[in-house]
């Protein structure tokens, strides 16, 4: 099933679309859902909360199974407040 997204772009972004799309040798759509794809995929790989700057140190707990560790967290703070 095909999804039609109505964007606004200014004739700058536009014209630039245009030409990187045209140097890569495809469609402005094509040029544009290529670069939405890049842009979500990294997204879909790995947790956010271990994608922090290495000054936050996790715990090793956390860092081997992050959803358990979350809603063990989320448990307790949640039997504090019975």
Do not use: T, W
Request: aromatic fraction near 6%; charged fraction near 30%; charge should be positive.
């Amino acid at each position: 099933m095909q999804s039609i997204y109505p964007i606004r772009l200014s004739n700058e972004d536009k014209a630039l679309f245009r030409q990187a799309a045209r140097a890569a040798g495809m469609s402005l759509a094509e040029f544009i859902r290529n670069a939405a794809r890049e842009k979500a995929l990294p997204a879909r790989k790995e947790a956010a909360c271990l994608s922090y700057s290495d000054d936050i140190v996790l715990s090793l707990e956390a860092e081997r199974n992050p959803k358990q560790f979350i809603r063990k967290q989320l448990a307790a703070r949640n039997a504090r407040h019975r």
